[in-house]
């Protein structure tokens, strides 16, 4: 049977995993699709000797970030379980019982971390200053009538009021701990700062992130800084970092090992990600990773061993992301972890010799692995999706290699459908990954869109131009401040070597991508007709407009400069200048609550390709942000994969259906054929 839009509801994602003290026991969360807008979220735990794995918490909300207690017989775990949506810290014996609800907090719950002890658990929650003024930060029963509401007016007064997932409206994020012996919570920061990743070194001793510096908001300077919990006094700031991603880890004799990012243009969204040790006994900075020329996998904190002598990291290198074991002293290189044949691990857990990890590969969406930190052949403790497996007609792509115009050596991979006859030709579609700084390998987040293309009768292609993370950092390098320059030349010379292929039909080309792919979709059809079609998704069109909208503007502003000095290096550097240029029936796709990629982007482009009389239409999805295609509510994530298939199959010799924009476009004339002919 071969992939279905529909298929993505039955498939199941592995996250978060997270091994006992003993290292016998994996807790991890399993997500499927569950209805029309929502997930079921639950947590399994896995054992590592018999590699079986069972239901820990029963369906019941949305849970997530199991926590073993530091005696392991108890998990803390965040849901959404209880009188309403707010997910609220919960416990449950590991030996059986019921669960029991820890706090009743109005911000929600998250980042949960046990004191060594296991007599607190820290925690974030972001509040307004009226909310801590009324203590329902720390108990909503203060105040049982209250319900938050949206401002009405909502007046601005931060440079940056709304983030990745919604508006600020005066909420500040700060640390709270839950005394797990008496069930009390306690706010332990306050103010107009935010803290984030909570982290403990000894029992008296919480780490934690701010960001204090000039104007917080138009920098990314961090402050790792160490709390005396017994008086709840700063003790000092450990250390100064920059990035996207401050967090890091503590050991209980006062080192901390951290993320760093150089904030030099074109900034640290683009630079290497290092990973620094500071001694508070010494005073000393190190950076472990000097002769590692990959970056630190984005969302990876370091991760101590028991022992505090060894770190661990997830590394993307050449189109697998492996684990690597890093020396806190500098003394000894970084080593690759053997695990066996990795592809793409996602998420990692270390304790007592043991390594966790969730791993997507070309042939499975998601499961868990464990192995020894010595190394070797990595077990598989999950069969989320063994069952759907067995039932579809699953593709292996091929790797491939090409030398490019500036002798740039740029990895791709080639999907070709089921019954696969090299005689034949085929329609193919080019995809395009987000980022820039990214890196796309045999699988990930994109298996179901990728098995799904070749499943209705494409040739599917994906490659790591310039620009891309895992080939050093000249690679990356490279676009800074020329989106559209190397990353465009790589991408047509991986174009060429396709349609060098006998069974490539080079009249029958298709271009899509998202976000930094979304970009470059439309900056193709704007600089090339050699496609028959394309579907740009939640891009970054208008470079002064996304300067103006994006919580993220400090990329912009480090790879372009600000706009009102160098007005026209936006505009050059923005596809809608190119709207005129364009020839290619394009397909725009956008969510209405995207707000690192606002959707104004989209609503420019489209009027653009309207007035200058491209074929296209333009798709506005509600209630979703910018994560629709990985995490969108499922009957969004299946329409936007029937929509592009039905774009594209208008425009493909090889199908049966018009183009949509011949057709009265009714939901009917919207549904692709599952068949090619």
């Given at each position: 049977?071969?992939?279905?839009?529909?298929?993505?509801?039955?498939?199941?994602?592995?996250?978060?995993?997270?091994?006992?003290?003993?290292?016998?026991?994996?807790?991890?969360?399993?997500?499927?699709?569950?209805?029309?807008?929502?997930y079921?979220?639950?947590?399994?735990?896995?054992?590592?000797?018999?590699?079986e794995?069972?239901?820990?918490?029963?369906?019941?909300g949305?849970?997530?970030?199991?926590r073993?207690?530091?005696?392991?017989?108890?998990?803390?775990?965040?849901?959404?379980?209880?009188n309403?949506?707010?997910?609220?810290?919960?416990?449950?014996?590991?030996?059986?019982?019921?669960?029991?609800?820890?706090?009743?907090?109005?911000?929600?719950?998250?980042?949960?971390?046990?004191?060594?002890?296991?007599?607190?658990?820290?925690?974030?929650?972001?509040?307004?200053?009226?909310?801590?003024?009324?203590?329902?930060?720390?108990?909503?029963?203060?105040?049982?009538?209250?319900?938050?509401?949206?401002?009405?007016?909502?007046?601005?007064?931060?440079?940056?009021?709304?983030?990745?997932?919604?508006?600020?409206?005066?909420?500040?994020?700060?640390?709270?701990?839950?005394?797990?012996?008496?069930?009390?919570?306690?706010?332990f920061?306050?103010?107009?700062?935010?803290?984030?990743?909570?982290?403990?070194?000894?029992?008296?001793?919480?780490?934690?992130?701010?960001?204090?510096?000039?104007?917080?908001?138009?920098?990314?300077?961090?402050?790792?800084?160490?709390?005396?919990?017994?008086?709840?006094?700063?003790?000092?700031?450990?250390?100064?970092?920059?990035?996207?991603?401050?967090?890091?880890?503590?050991?209980?004799?006062?080192?901390?090992?951290?993320?760093?990012?150089?904030?030099?243009?074109?900034?640290?969204?683009?630079?290497?990600?290092?990973v620094?040790?500071?001694?508070?006994?010494?005073?000393?900075?190190?950076?472990?990773?000097?002769?590692?020329?990959?970056?630190?996998?984005?969302?990876?904190?370091?991760?101590?061993?028991?022992?505090?002598?060894?770190?661990?990291?997830?590394?993307?290198?050449?189109?697998?992301v492996?684990?690597?074991?890093?020396?806190?002293?500098?003394?000894?290189?970084?080593?690759?972890?053997?695990?066996?044949?990795?592809?793409?691990?996602?998420?990692?857990?270390?304790?007592?010799?043991?390594?966790?990890?969730?791993?997507?590969?070309?042939?499975?969406?998601?499961?868990?692995?464990?192995?020894?930190?010595?190394?070797?052949?990595?077990?598989?403790?999950?069969?989320?999706?063994?069952?759907?497996?067995?039932?579809?007609?699953?593709?292996?792509?091929e790797?491939?290699?090409?030398?490019?115009?500036?002798?740039?050596?740029?990895?791709?991979?080639?999907?070709?459908?089921?019954?696969?006859?090299?005689?034949?030709?085929?329609?193919?579609?080019?995809?395009?990954?987000?980022?820039?700084?990214?890196?796309?390998?045999?699988?990930?987040?994109?298996?179901?869109?990728?098995?799904?293309?070749?499943?209705?009768?494409?040739?599917?292609?994906?490659?790591?131009?310039?620009?891309?993370?895992?080939?050093?950092?000249?690679?990356?390098?490279?676009?800074?401040?020329d989106?559209?320059?190397?990353?465009?030349?790589?991408?047509?010379?991986?174009?060429?070597?396709?349609?060098?292929?006998?069974?490539?039909?080079?009249?029958?080309?298709?271009?899509?991508?998202?976000?930094?792919?979304?970009?470059m979709?439309?900056?193709?059809?704007?600089?090339?007709?050699?496609?028959?079609?394309?579907?740009?998704?939640?891009?970054?069109?208008?470079q002064?407009?996304?300067?103006?909208?994006?919580?993220?503007?400090?990329?912009?502003?480090?790879?372009?400069?600000?706009?009102?000095?160098?007005?026209?290096?936006?505009?050059?550097?923005?596809?809608?200048?190119?709207?005129?240029?364009?020839?290619?029936?394009?397909?725009?796709?956008?969510?209405?609550?995207?707000?690192?990629?606002?959707?104004?982007?989209a609503?420019?482009l489209?009027?653009?390709?309207?007035?200058?009389?491209?074929?296209?239409?333009?798709?506005?999805?509600?209630?979703?942000?910018?994560?629709?295609?990985?995490?969108?509510?499922?009957?969004?994530?299946?329409?936007?994969?029937?929509?592009?298939?039905?774009?594209?199959?208008?425009?493909?010799?090889?199908h049966?259906?018009?183009?949509v924009v011949?057709?009265?476009?009714?939901?009917?004339?919207?549904?692709?054929?599952?068949?090619?002919?």
């Amino acid at each position: 049977m071969r992939i279905t839009p529909s298929d993505y509801t039955e498939i199941s994602q592995a996250s978060e995993p997270c091994l006992s003290p003993d290292g016998e026991t994996i807790a991890y969360v399993k997500q499927t699709p569950s209805g029309d807008q929502e997930y079921e979220s639950t947590i399994y735990t896995a054992s590592v000797s018999d590699e079986e794995s069972q239901r820990f918490t029963q369906e019941a909300g949305i849970d997530s970030t199991p926590r073993w207690s530091p005696d392991g017989s108890q998990l803390a775990f965040v849901s959404t379980r209880g009188n309403d949506d707010t997910p609220q810290l919960w416990l449950l014996p590991v030996d059986g019982g019921e669960a029991k609800q820890l706090t009743d907090v109005v911000g929600g719950v998250t980042n949960p971390t046990w004191s060594p002890d296991g007599r607190y658990i820290a925690f974030t929650q972001k509040a307004t200053a009226a909310e801590r003024e009324g203590n329902l930060d720390l108990d909503q029963g203060n105040d049982p009538e209250y319900e938050r509401e949206e401002p009405d007016p909502r007046v601005i007064g931060r440079l940056v009021y709304r983030e990745h997932g919604g508006y600020i409206d005066g909420r500040r994020q700060h640390i709270y701990l839950c005394d797990t012996e008496g069930d009390e919570v306690q706010r332990f920061t306050d103010g107009e700062l935010d803290y984030a990743n909570p982290d403990w070194g000894d029992d008296t001793t919480l780490y934690a992130t701010v960001r204090r510096t000039g104007d917080p908001d138009d920098n990314l300077v961090h402050d790792i800084v160490a709390f005396d919990i017994d008086t709840g006094e700063e003790e000092e700031t450990v250390v100064q970092t920059t990035g996207w991603d401050p967090s890091f880890s503590a050991t209980s004799d006062g080192r901390v090992a951290f993320r760093y990012s150089d904030d030099e243009p074109p900034g640290p969204s683009m630079r290497l990600t290092e990973v620094r040790v500071a001694d508070r006994d010494t005073g000393e900075v190190r950076t472990v990773t000097d002769s590692l020329s990959r970056r630190v996998y984005r969302g990876c904190t370091p991760v101590w061993d028991d022992d505090e002598d060894s770190l661990y990291i997830l590394v993307p290198d050449e189109g697998t992301v492996d684990v690597y074991q890093l020396d806190p002293n500098g003394e000894l290189e970084p080593s690759r972890v053997d695990t066996g044949e990795t592809e793409h691990i996602e998420a990692l857990s270390v304790r007592n010799g043991n390594l966790a990890f969730t791993q997507s590969t070309a042939t499975a969406p998601s499961d868990v692995f464990v192995t020894s930190t010595d190394g070797g052949a990595a077990a598989r403790v999950s069969q989320l999706n063994d069952d759907f497996l067995d039932q579809r007609d699953i593709q292996t792509p091929e790797e491939v290699w090409v030398e490019t115009e500036d002798g740039i050596d740029v990895q791709g991979w080639v999907l070709t459908p089921p019954e696969f006859d090299e005689s034949e030709s085929y329609p193919t579609v080019l995809e395009i990954h987000g980022g820039p700084s990214i890196m796309w390998t045999t699988s990930g987040t994109m298996w179901h869109e990728f098995q799904l293309l070749a499943a209705m009768g494409y040739v599917v292609a994906w490659c790591n131009p310039r620009g891309s993370t895992g080939y050093g950092e000249e690679h990356t390098l490279a676009i800074g401040g020329d989106w559209g320059g190397p990353d465009y030349r790589d991408l047509m010379a991986f174009t060429d070597e396709l349609v060098g292929r006998s069974h490539v039909d080079e009249e029958n080309l298709f271009v899509t991508g998202g976000s930094f792919g979304g970009f470059m979709t439309s900056w193709i059809v704007g600089h090339t007709t050699r496609f028959s079609g394309a579907v740009t998704q939640r891009g970054v069109y208008d470079q002064i407009a996304q300067f103006g909208a994006t919580d993220t503007y400090h990329s912009n502003e480090k790879q372009l400069g600000l706009p009102w000095e160098d007005p026209m290096k936006y505009w050059e550097s923005s596809p809608v200048a190119y709207a005129d240029q364009v020839e290619t029936p394009t397909l725009i796709i956008h969510s209405e609550e995207d707000y690192r990629v606002p959707i104004h982007n989209a609503d420019t482009l489209y009027r653009f390709y309207r007035k200058n009389g491209v074929d296209t239409r333009y798709i506005r999805y509600p209630r979703e942000g910018h994560e629709l295609s990985r995490a969108g509510e499922p009957t969004h994530v299946v329409d936007r994969l029937e929509r592009i298939l039905r774009w594209f199959n208008g425009y493909s010799d090889y199908h049966e259906e018009p183009p949509v924009v011949e057709t009265d476009e009714t939901s009917e004339d919207w549904e692709p054929s599952t068949k090619s002919s």
